[in-house]
Nanobody, 119 residues
Framework: ARLVESGGGLVQAGGSLRLSCVAT????????MGWYRQAPGKQRELVASISSSGTIYADSVKGRFSISRDGAVDTLYLQMNSLKPEDTAVYYC???????????????WGQGTQVTVSS
């Protein structure tokens, strides 16, 4: 499936942004969906994920970020509030699909959207 992110940009510390990720198929056909981010010189890290089991957040964003999805428009969202300079990164949308009875998964990724938080 193709995933297309949007909503990144430049914002001052304390501000908010909402990221969107539109999928080319029914988002509830995925095992899970999530948002990852990668800052310069750092490894890609999980920010938040959502599945039928619930939601998971990185400790660094708990209470500030909220992940949600809308099946009517096959879109995943990440509402980011109280942004900090350390949230600056490229944010990637991820979707995982179970591909066999053993539970192996295939991952799809979006192209990424830049989020820059100025101090």
């Amino acid at each position: 499936a193709r995933l297309v992110e949007s909503g990144g940009g430049l914002v001052q510390a304390g501000g908010s942004l909402r990221l969107s990720c539109v999928a080319t198929r029914n988002i509830f056909s995925f095992e899970s969906m999530g948002w990852y981010r990668q800052a310069p010189g750092k490894q890609r890290e999980l920010v938040a994920s959502i599945s039928s089991s619930g939601t998971i957040y990185a400790d660094s964003v708990k209470g500030r970020f909220s992940i949600s999805r809308d099946g009517a428009v096959d879109t995943l969202y990440l509402q980011m509030n109280s942004l900090k300079p350390e949230d600056t990164a490229v944010y990637y949308c991820n979707a995982e699909t179970v591909v066999n009875v053993e539970g192996a998964k295939a991952a799809d990724w979006g192209q990424g959207t830049q989020v820059t938080v100025s101090s």
